[in-house]
């Protein structure tokens, strides 16, 4: 299947810093791009979806300042964390449609602890 | 809307026997099913998806997975487990909803398989 590369695999930052999370689409093209947070022992939620030039599409209690998403090519889409708290930690994964196959393939995740 | 409800959240198997994960979706309007795996720490690997066509769909790693509309399941099955198996599965719908995919997840079902 699709490969999608997410950088980085773990990080470890302060309270009160940002966080950028990339996301990357290595063998196509993706006009539309996921973010999800999954907290332990829990599934996946969709926090928004991210459509290459235009403005992300955040669901309902997302924090649009909070979570910054930028998807300034058809291969990558960024996740900025802004003023991390430590309630912020959490694992987010990132997927990117493959309108070729009608699928979503998933990056590895990121894991974000903030002390 | 639609939904995917997951009613095992764990399930133990002995080696070498078969099993089934069970799953159920309720939407309004026509579907595509998936099935994704998830190992510690990683992301989601798509198993195997229903698009259309046959409703018997074979994935990755010896499972397998049948759609039944009538009964709005889509169960996946494996005649034999391995103990490399072990992992958490996500059962996941969606439908093309303004030219994108979005995908609603079940809550999982991690199957631990016994020595």
């Known amino acids: 299947g699709a490969v999608v590369s997410q950088h980085p695999s773990r990080v470890i930052c302060k309270s009160g810093t940002s966080v950028k999370i990339e996301c990357r689409s290595l063998?196509?093209?993706?006009?539309?791009m996921f973010w999800y947070r999954q907290f332990p022992k829990q599934s996946l939620m969709l926090m928004a979806t991210s459509n290459e030039g235009s403005k992300a599409t955040y669901e309902q209690g997302v924090e649009k300042d909070k979570f910054l998403i930028n998807h300034a090519s058809l291969t990558l889409s960024t996740l900025t964390v802004t003023s991390a708290h430590p309630e912020d930690s959490s694992f987010y994964i990132c997927?990117?449609?493959?309108?070729?196959?009608?699928?979503?393939?998933f990056g590895p995740g990121t894991r974000l602890t903030v002390l | 809307a639609q939904s995917v409800t997951q009613l095992d959240s764990q399930v133990p198997v002995f080696e070498e026997a078969p099993v089934e994960l069970r799953c159920n979706y309720s939407s309004s309007v026509s579907v595509y099913l998936f099935w994704y795996v998830q190992y510690p720490n990683q992301g989601l690997q798509l198993l195997l998806k229903y698009l259309s066509g046959s409703t018997l769909v074979k994935g990755i790693n010896g499972f397998e997975a049948e759609f039944n509309k009538s009964q709005t399941s889509f169960h996946l099955r494996k005649p034999s487990v391995h103990i490399s198996d072990t992992a958490e599965y996500f059962c996941?719908?969606?439908?093309?909803?303004?030219?994108?995919?979005?995908?609603?997840f079940g809550t999982g079902t991690k199957l631990q398989v016994i020595p």
């Open positions: 996941a719908v969606s439908d093309l909803s303004g030219g994108y995919q979005k995908v609603t």
């Open positions: 997927s990117a449609f493959d309108s070729r196959t009608d699928t979503q393939y």
């Open positions: 063998d196509f093209q993706a006009t539309t």
